[in-house]
C-alpha cells in the first residue's frame, strides 16, 4: 500500500527473522486445543484484505521490538497487554514503533508485570538500564522518525550504509537509497547478467549500488 508498505509473512520473516508462523499467530491468533489466543495486535492493513494477512512497515517494526521482549522473557500474552496498554500511553496502535517507547517503554513493561505479579522479570527489568540496552534501544535501531514521532524508515545495515526500508519508496521494499531500485532487482540482475557490472551498466547505476543490493540479498538468504 502507498506510504504503508506491504510485505507477505516470508518478506516480513526475512527482514525480522521472525518464522512465518509465528507471525500469522502473533497478527491473527490461534487456537490450541479448547483455548484461543487473541493476536498480539491487528495489521492496519486488515481492512485492505480481510483473506490473506500482509504487513505494514509499521509491523515490520513492531515485530522487532516483541520478538525481543519475548526472546527476553515475556509471554505473548503479556507483550499484546503492553502494546494495549502503550497504546493508550502514545496515543497510537503501534506503540513499538513510537520515539516516545524510548522513554515510556520502561513504565508499560513495569505495569504489565506489576498486574501480573510475574516478581522475577519486574526485578530483572527494573535494574538500570537493563531493559533499554537489552531490549528497547536494539530493536529501535537505525530508524528514522518522523515529526509525529513515528518510525519512518529503516536502514537495516545502519544509516550511511545505503540500503533503506521506506514505506514511501517502492512500497517499502528494500532499496538502494542513491537510486530508488530494489535491492532484489540489481541482484537479480546481477546474477542473471552474470556480473555486477553488467547489472549496473543495464540499469544505469553506480557499480557500488549493485556491489551493496547483492550483498544485502546474500545477506537476507543466509539469515
Known amino acids: 500500500m502507498i506510504g504503508l508498505g506491504l510485505y507477505t509473512p516470508v518478506e516480513a520473516a526475512a527482514l525480522t527473522h521472525v518464522e512465518p508462523p509465528k507471525i500469522r499467530r502473533w497478527l491473527c491468533g490461534h487456537v490450541i486445543g479448547d483455548k484461543t489466543y487473541p493476536a498480539l495486535w491487528k ?11 500482509h504487513l505494514s ?38 506503540p513499538f514503533a513510537s520515539a516516545r517507547f524510548r522513554t515510556d517503554g520502561k513504565t508499560v513493561v513495569l505495569h504489565v508485570l506489576k498486574t501480573d505479579g510475574d516478581e522475577e522479570l519486574i526485578d530483572l527489568f527494573s535494574q538500570g538500564q537493563y ?35 521506506d514505506p514511501q519508496r517502492q512500497f517499502g521494499q528494500p532499496i538502494d537509497d542513491a537510486t530508488g531500485v530494489p535491492t532484489s532487482v540489481l541482484a537479480e540482475a546481477a546474477k542473471a547478467e552474470g556480473s555486477p557490472a553488467l547489472a549496473a ?21 543466509a539469515a
Open 43 to 53: 495489521s492496519q492493513l486488515e481492512k485492505f484484505d480481510m483473506e490473506q494477512l
Open 57 to 94: 512497515f509499521l509491523d515490520l517494526v513492531q515485530l522487532r521490538v516483541a520478538k525481543a521482549f519475548i526472546e527476553a522473557g515475556l509471554s505473548p500474552q503479556k507483550v499484546r497487554r503492553a502494546i494495549e496498554f502503550g497504546s493508550e500511553i502514545v496515543a497510537s496502535d503501534y
Open 131 to 165: 531493559l533499554m540496552q537489552k531490549v528497547i534501544e536494539p530493536s529501535l535501531k537505525n530508524l528514522e522518525f518522523d515529526e509525529a514521532e513515528t518510525a519512518a524508515r529503516w536502514w537495516p545495515l545502519g544509516r550511511g550504509k545505503g540500503v533503506v526500508i
Open 201 to 221: 551498466k543495464r540499469f544505469m547505476v553506480p557499480l557500488a549500488s549493485v556491489h551493496r543490493a547483492v550483498a544485502f540479498e546474500q545477506q537476507l538468504a
